[in-house]
């Protein structure tokens, strides 16, 4: 039979009565009883096997094997009480760190105030943000790549792995340079889309999504000239005078004040999109994520309703 072996709670005991003197003043600190201290002692003895207290009328001293013991029994407590540190400063949100992947308009245009606000309530959080296309976000979600995600378009597909809160929306808008601008007051919206040549996001995208579905709502087939990575880089395409677009009304709301884009509305309700925030489904999160979430949700534009 295997002879038994000190336990942690024996040995932190033994080092409070060690430093104190006396089983009665290590109960009354550690809120135990004397006789479950006097148990817990005799067991650590017989782990060790050899007396490591002798008790005296005015509390206990240490044998030699006792003495032997105190300074690993100091380091363990040391150890456990830094652990024990390190745990309340994580309840009270003193450190963490929160990955966050996001669809690219979201990085741009909404994200940052969520950042801004949550890093002046907890200064000690960092944050690191990738941004790429929705399915990205998705894929990063799903392989514990990211903490949380922001994407664009329907949530349906995301499947019940995924809970998702809505924290705002845009609509997209047909865009075109000046040189189609002519174009645009002869032709009628779905004349437009069908005629002029047709840039669009790459595949993966919730831009890209979304404008597939109106177009089919439109019953028109665009004549695609051009499929770039980004937003950014479709933008530029189109103010370029390569095509035209559907893009965030957000994103090229700079563009169109300053007159470098056109902007038309075309109506369709399949146009208009959610913002949502993503994260695994049953999944215990730290407190710093928590934190966050609650930040966001508190911020959102539609109150942080779930879907």
């Given at each position: 039979?295997?002879?038994?072996r ?8 033994f ?11 290590a ?24 007396p ?63 950042v ?21 976000v ?9 903490d ?5 378009g ?10 998702t ?126 934190a ?16």
């Amino acid at each position: 039979m295997d002879n038994p072996r000190p336990q942690l709670d024996q040995l932190l005991t033994f080092h409070k009565v060690a430093t104190l003197g006396s089983i009665s003043a290590a109960a009354d600190e550690m809120g135990l009883s004397q006789p479950a201290i006097s148990v817990q002692m005799r067991n650590l003895a017989t782990a060790i096997g050899e007396p490591i207290l002798r008790r005296h009328k005015g509390g206990v001293a240490l044998t030699p094997a006792g003495r032997a013991l105190v300074p690993y029994a100091a380091n363990l407590a040391r150890s456990y009480a830094s652990t024990c540190d390190f745990v309340d400063s994580l309840r009270s949100l003193l450190t963490g760190s929160i990955s966050i992947a996001s669809s690219n308009t979201i990085a741009a245009h909404l994200l940052p105030g969520f950042v801004a606000r949550f890093i002046a309530l907890h200064p000690d959080i960092t944050l690191s943000v990738s941004a790429t296309n929705s399915q990205g976000v998705i894929d990063g979600i799903r392989s514990l790549g990211a903490d949380v995600g922001f994407v664009e378009g329907p949530v349906r597909e995301f499947g019940e792995d995924l809970e998702t809160y809505v924290i705002g929306g845009d609509s997209l808008v047909l865009v075109y340079s000046e040189s189609f601008a002519q174009a645009s007051n002869l032709l009628s919206p779905a004349e437009l889309v069908a005629q002029l040549p047709f840039i669009f996001r790459e595949h993966g995208s919730g831009t890209r999504r979304v404008s597939e579905e109106a177009l089919a709502s439109l019953g028109v087939t665009p004549r695609k000239v051009l499929e770039l990575a980004g937003t950014e880089a479709v933008k530029e395409a189109v103010v370029d005078g390569y095509g035209v677009a559907l893009l965030s009304s957000l994103v090229v709301k700079r563009e169109v004040e300053m007159g470098y884009l056109h902007q038309l509305d075309l109506g369709l309700e399949e146009l208009r999109r959610n913002f949502c925030m993503v994260l695994p489904a049953n999944e215990q999160r730290s407190r710093a994520l928590e934190a966050f979430v609650g930040t966001v949700l508190q911020g959102a534009e539609h109150g942080g309703e779930p879907l």
